[in-house]
């Protein structure tokens, strides 16, 4: 596990299209850098298998998120796939207060917002080699259904076009997944760095 340098407080936005391998990417820096911390977003879909509340992601009834809404809860809120999602105000808010980097994971919508929002975020995309291997990972899912797996792809593509504005881009390829990582860990380190 490497040592961080001394802690610099930073929002590292991660976004990327649907099958990407996001989360696999994310939970094995978080195991190669201890001073990474995670916020769990708030999503109205129910959750996938293995998926744990509060953990993966605060699961929420429409009428919750709406509440949510209301109070000005979330720092940004979309809609996509049919379900909403948000990320928690409080959450970031914390974990910054206690010096930790936080990591926040969104669509290419939310990290539009969000790079608006925060004050210099780090901008991360994390993408896979080509449209087939993203395909590939949507299947192996078994989660949705022929049509929701093309809206996936029309959108994955539409997204994949936006990757140029992120401050970094990570190509995760499959059985690789320890280097984009490794990857992602030292862009982290690379930006503290050049905040302190």
Not at 54 to 65: D, P
Not at 153 to 171: G, K, N, P, Q, R
């Amino acid at each position: 596990m490497s040592t961080p340098s001394e802690s610099v407080p930073l929002v590292v936005v991660i976004s990327g299209p649907s099958g990407a391998g996001k989360d696999t990417v994310i939970n094995q820096a978080m195991v190669l850098d201890a001073s990474l911390a995670k916020v769990a977003t708030a999503k109205t879909r129910p959750p996938r298998a293995g998926e744990v509340d509060g953990i993966h992601h605060v699961f929420l009834s429409n009428e919750e998120f709406e509440r949510w809404v209301a109070e000005d809860a979330f720092l940004e809120h979309v809609e996509s796939y049919g379900h909403r999602s948000g990320v928690p105000r409080a959450a970031v808010a914390e974990l910054l207060a206690q010096g930790r980097t936080v990591i926040l994971r969104t669509d290419v919508e939310g990290a539009e917002t969000l790079k608006q929002q925060l004050d210099q975020p780090l901008l991360v995309f994390v993408t896979v080699p080509d449209t087939e291997a993203l395909e590939r990972r949507i299947r192996a899912r078994g989660a949705e259904s022929e049509r929701e797996i093309a809206v996936r792809l029309a959108e994955a593509e539409a997204e994949m076009a936006e990757s140029a504005w992120f401050d970094e881009v990570i190509v995760n390829t499959d059985g690789r997944q320890d280097q984009a990582a490794q990857r992602l860990v030292d862009v982290i380190e690379a930006e503290r760095r050049r905040r302190q």
